[in-house]
């Protein structure tokens, strides 16, 4: 997540703090006890779906952590630009293999048990299969929903596919990548989070926020009031 908050720095003029939610340190609710001393931060979600963690918990820390004029920020669930990032893994990871193109795509997400939360991994394997016409393109997940990553694999095996891609729809490495890792597939590609689009991403979605409450003002002109706005994101 260095990397992104890096990009996000340099391309919003802001100071992104991190939160997490498992049991890396610092907790999210440490990083909005520290820094939203003026109400002023905006917690931006680092989450793909829209699950028990985004609808839940972030909302729940931040109620009881985030000062008066604290925001919540909408995920990264669903967006164009995860599409362009998942894309251009994949072109990179074909590139890179003596192989070349796959015949059939694995769209793998970490998956999530709750109403709408495997959403938006439904949407990035829709869009991603009309930039790859001709190339069946399957979601599955790493936990909580059905069907599996093996699950999938062999159901396109079955179908006469041989050179599958895993495009890993998931930000950073962990858990689920080294379990996609040991999968039987020509490749997996890299996690997100450092690839430029998910940074505009997460800039578009702080922008949004602050845009509502100062309307008209740009995120470089809000920043003198009673110190810079803060980013604070959640990594689940």
């Not at 925001?71 to 990032?85: K, M, N, P, V, Y």
């Not at 694995?106 to 790859?132: E, F, Q, T």
């Not at 495009?167 to 990548?177: D, S």
């Amino acid at each position: 997540m260095g990397r992104l908050c890096d990009t996000v720095r340099a391309r919003s003029g802001e100071r992104p703090v991190v939160g997490h939610l498992d049991h890396q340190l610092p907790s999210l609710a440490d990083a909005l006890s520290r820094t939203d001393t003026d109400g002023g931060s905006v917690v931006v979600p680092l989450l793909l779906g829209d699950g028990y963690h985004r609808t839940v918990d972030i909302p729940a820390v931040v109620a009881e952590y985030g000062g008066a004029g604290c925001r919540l920020a909408g995920s990264l669930s669903g967006a164009a630009e995860i599409d362009t990032a998942l894309a251009e893994r994949l072109g990179a990871a074909e590139a890179a293999d003596e192989g070349g193109p796959v015949d059939a795509i694995v769209c793998a997400a970490a998956g999530s048990s709750r109403p709408g939360g495997n959403d938006g991994a439904l949407l990035a394997a829709r869009r991603l299969a009309i930039r790859r016409p001709g190339t069946p393109v399957v979601t599955a997940y790493c936990s909580a929903a059905e069907p599996t990553v093996p699950e999938a694999l062999a159901g396109l095996r079955a179908e006469g596919h041989r050179r599958i891609g895993i495009v890993a729809h998931l930000l950073a490495p962990g858990r689920f990548t080294r379990a996609l890792d040991t999968a039987e597939a020509a490749f997996v590609t890299a996690p997100l989070a450092d690839h430029p689009a998910v940074a505009d991403l997460v800039v578009r979605r702080y922008r949004e926020v602050t845009d509502v409450r100062d309307p008209g003002a740009s995120v470089a002109r809000g920043r003198g009031r009673a110190g810079a706005r803060r980013f604070a994101h959640a990594a689940a």
